[in-house]
């Protein structure tokens, strides 16, 4: 991994929510930059510490211990696109096009190269700024995994196993109860955290975003287990899974540039729904946000590590405006224009989707 | 330990809600009688079990890898009370004592002694047993740990550890983010979930139902750590915790016989509040059952056995009509009606308030 | 899936070693089957059940909360090849090829098909009853994930997990204590655990079998960080790792047919060595058989159940002597005798081992 | 809590081996003394620090975010004791008193009052600098929970939580192969750790140092379960148990002043005998330095920020000369000298001890 492109000085940042393993990338980027003599600065606080021009230096000190621990050393946030940046005038605030004075930030401290580690919005602001001619490389953060391009983002690991752990303890109160235990997981949109949760813990129906579900196949469902002698039955439901025909659970407000999401409790009216059609106790739990953060899982963290260096050697290769992506077991990268405003989601013929068919698992279809 | 009372038969049920540790204390009853050569009855999901005649005989097999199990092998249910027993007449429900029913299914099946594993309803119940001449004695189950008379019911100790690691969690998440992350535990009317896994887990709040909170003292909690330069807060609320002069967010509807509890959304409503009054994105997790179920820590396991054996100890002493209790780190005997209707809740001398308070928490008062 | 081959009865057996996710597996050849309307035999301890005639019948019951579990519900064993069968005669005992009543056995059941899970010695068996014409099809079992033809066998994930886990735990000692701490890890031939935890619990050097170590370079790493100011070291050393020059750490007997391995203590002999040579206090922790138990990780949920789903789809297509395997994120067919005998190692230009040298970690080369 | 003493500088340091909770009791020392306006220096690398003048200002920032964290923050060792400190003289190592320099350098840096924190070999340091003195306060600090006047010691519940772990996972391995699995856990003079682990991991024996075990007896019952049908056994076994006449497993080689520890492999003897005397395969896994480090319990680290509030308490009531503790549920003080030398062992009529014996598990006598 020669440095042919001689870089000297690179910064990196992360942007968008929490994710288990942004530590853990962080601490690949810097070592594998300071192995090769670089000079690597940290942006706090996401995109809009490039405006703010909040930079720390990072060594080999700053990112010990680092790699176990969730969340993320430099801040995050999930607001402050610098191309539509808050500014408080008169008592008011405003929206206005920072860019500018962010990427005059950089120049002045010598930043040849910028890694951004972030999800869908952070891809989309990334992009931006490389078709202003800042050398960016990019590292796809979500728990959701919905990013296309890569088979994996770092951190859905982490929150599947959360899920997990969560279903094998629902499970023995829904056991010993007789009760239908309904989780819901985070995806608004794509469900794979629910689909990978749903078969690892044993749900006995997945309902995802991309499937509008029927709730008479559910209620059949739990009937059929009945009649085996099964008293008790286990939902996973994404937190964008709505009934066919009806609205999805999640819906948006635009307050000035941000967009603010209104959550419908879609598993709490679900474990409604089913106590009174079919007279079983049921319970709901809604996970929230112990899924994005904590300790990532070794998986995360091996995964993490294999992008930080990749992206540094991306830099070194002159191929910007990539984002490293896992396919096929090995990280590759895709051009960021590429995946701008698009999706990945869960199809019919996913073939994790049929293996839970062929066990007998309902997707409410 | 010889069986002065002579007992051949016994019998044991779990009743109320799920706690991490019910298996256990089974086990452990079960191979303490059958080590002196007794006969093990178990009954099927909790009183109605009696009313119902599900006696399952309960053998070495029976509990053979149960130990590290959540859930009960007998299944349990919150109703169910054979005092006040459902029963459908004419297409409708009323409700009648079928408790002599029940104690003659025990006569018929020549159960001696019946080991109650239960929480403050089942409590109530088997000293309503006991009063009619039925020998008794009760293992005291509760993830609150709000039963009197003992230091420490089984299942509390999981629970809190489950709470924690959601603290752990959402701290790396509010510390990324510069927000305040609520934590919803439960306890209805006893906070010593929120008391403890605030403790382990870093909280700057900790709010119970016994402290009616001031919001101001949480708001200035929180701006007191924006000014030392914490961008973040972590506040534990337990469900039953409640603002001062304000309702309590736990009330009930009766239903037929059935208390029915409705909910509040305490932590939701302090989050929006906290967000309205500060500024600082507030989100809020509700824990739920996933603190009321899966496997029990090692700590819960062995307080869980010593009962189990206690308890048939009780038995050969003829010492019925009594709870097995920890005191003074030893298994000591209450005698049921001293505990009935009690509560034990956190006092405001409590050691471990005390020393929250030395390090800085703030209890909202 | 349509069960084009019309197989009406199956079996399924375990053999080797433990591996955490064989009741997943065992549980999805079970409900796709039984989903298909088949019969489904479990073959108890391996392949010995075959020749000892030891068959279950394997329902929806048999196979209900095993999902989570470790090891597996039918038995399994590292001996008892029926083509070299250990019998007592005259109170001794002598190796028969008893690989015809085997066989005899399964059709006396009307067995048509035989899943077998397991690992390298289990696949080699596999194949010589496939080229005797029975209709075999294998699962890939090895925490040790060095079987061919296959990005990841089950089990793997699981035994990262835990040592890494370790390595977290170590990391705090040796880092209060100034020491060096070894952590021995499983992996005679192949450093995949070694290097994946390694990698995950951020280790400074990563000792694995394909590349004999010179200790001259493990001291040099040691060295190196004490003058950065970091008074402690990590090491990961798979159990089959050697010094270069030196002696193979595994070493083996052959008794009778069986093979039997001397481990050589490879992390205990580093220590010492590592402690005489720097001064520094040395600790050497061997994980041993805690990697290969326990609950399954999600990721090796899923992938046992995609396993044991695609299984049972091999039969329907009467595609008969081959291994199920994940290539490229999906599951694929690799013909045994393809497999049998080879090995799956870390080569120099792994992917993994190229970031791990990226980030600074010694390999002892 | 008022500060009747009026100091105003305190010092606190960790001595002796790891343990999970020293950082949080340092943070709950630290946060109580600020709190109260108090200045508070940390010294390094325990007794050794108070030699070499290795202080640093701990503030609120110092202790920020260490609660869960494993090892300490601060440094230890298990040497380096003041009154028989190593120095090089001559290219040799001598050993003088240095007790009067590390006084002289407390008192330099107006240090009032000294938390030590630590075991066995700490408190006896502590207790002869009291008596020259040094005000001093401590808190009792082993996984091995053998420190007399407590109930309980932080980092023992951790220590178990790990143990049982580990249990759990050789379960699932052991009745999958029809196995005899050890586990040789610490406790080199004391059972506790085994005999908590072996009740809460389903122990079939439990060896401690305490009762020297006939090995009949561990031959007896695993044969006892054999005819019940259970094909395996489970031994839990502390580092420091022997065979009745037998040699102690933990013998002592004095090197300068320094004990050191030969340790004889008391569970890999076991289990080679074991597979000798019954033909049942036996394996041993060793847990060693796992069980000492890492993220403590919630248990842990309520009682170490319990201590960490009552050494300060001390301080500020001028009771100096005591060591807090845990007694009925309360935290009290007791005399370090009393406790100097002193152990706390299982003893014979231990309740948990005799619950163990009551379900059936064999304690080798």
Redesign the interface.
């Known amino acids: 991994?020669p440095n042919a492109n001689k870089v000297k000085t690179i910064a990196v940042l992360?942007g968008g929510?929490?994710a288990?393993g942004?530590n853990a990338v962080i601490?690949?980027v810097v070592?594998?930059a300071l192995?090769h003599g670089l000079k690597v600065w940290g942006i706090k606080?996401g995109f809009g510490g490039m405006v703010e021009n909040q930079f720390i230096e990072l060594t080999?000190?700053s990112v010990?211990?680092i790699?176990?621990?969730?969340?993320?050393m430099l801040?995050?946030?999930?607001r402050d696109n610098p191309f539509n940046y808050p500014q408080t005038e008169g008592g008011q605030v405003v929206y206005k096009n920072m860019s500018a004075q962010a990427l005059d930030n950089l120049r002045r401290a010598d930043i040849e190269a910028l890694v951004v580690i972030g999800g869908d919005g952070s891809l989309r602001i990334a992009s931006e700024f490389y078709q202003l001619g800042l050398p960016v490389v990019a590292v796809p953060k979500t728990i959701d995994n919905d990013i296309p391009g890569t088979?994996r983002t770092f951190g859905f690991?982490t929150a599947?196993?959360?899920?997990?752990?969560?279903l094998?303890?629902?499970?023995?109160?829904a056991?010993?109860?007789?009760r239908v235990?309904v989780l819901e997981v985070m995806g608004r949109y794509a469900g794979w955290i629910a689909l990978?949760?749903g078969?690892?813990?044993?749900a006995d129906c997945i309902l995802i975003p991309e499937i509008p579900f029927k709730l008479d196949s559910v209620i059949a469902k739990i009937k059929e287990r009945q009649q085996?002698?099964?008293q008790f039955s286990l939902i996973v439901i994404a937190e964008g899974a709505y009934r066919e025909g009806g609205e999805m659970s999640v819906s948006f407000i635009v307050e000035g540039s941000h967009e603010k999401i209104r959550l419908g409790g879609a598993g709490e009216k679900l474990a409604r729904e089913i106590e009174k059609l079919t007279g079983v106790e049921s319970?709901?739990?809604?996970?929230?946000?112990?899924q994005?953060?904590?300790?990532p899982?070794?998986?995360d963290?091996?995964l993490s590590?294999?992008y930080?260096?990749?992206a540094?050697?991306c830099i070194f290769d002159g191929a910007f405006g990539n984002m490293v992506a896992l396919?096929?077991?090995?990280?590759i990268r895709v051009p960021i224009t590429e995946i701008a405003g698009q999706a990945n989601n869960v199809t019919l013929d996913n073939?994790?989707l049929?293996?839970g068919r062929?066990?007998?698992i309902c997707f409410g279809d």
């Open positions: 991994m992360t929510g929490d288990p942004l601490r690949a070592r594998t192995g606080n080999d000190s010990a211990g790699l176990p621990r969730g969340g993320t801040g995050t946030t999930n088979e690991d599947v196993t959360v899920a997990t752990d969560a094998d303890r629902l499970h023995t109160t056991e010993s109860h007789h235990m990978h949760a078969l690892a813990g044993g085996r002698g099964r319970r709901c739990t809604v996970l929230g946000h112990v994005r953060g904590g300790s899982t070794a998986f963290r091996v590590t294999r930080g260096v990749a540094v050697e396919q096929k077991n090995r990280i073939e994790l049929k293996a062929a066990i007998g």
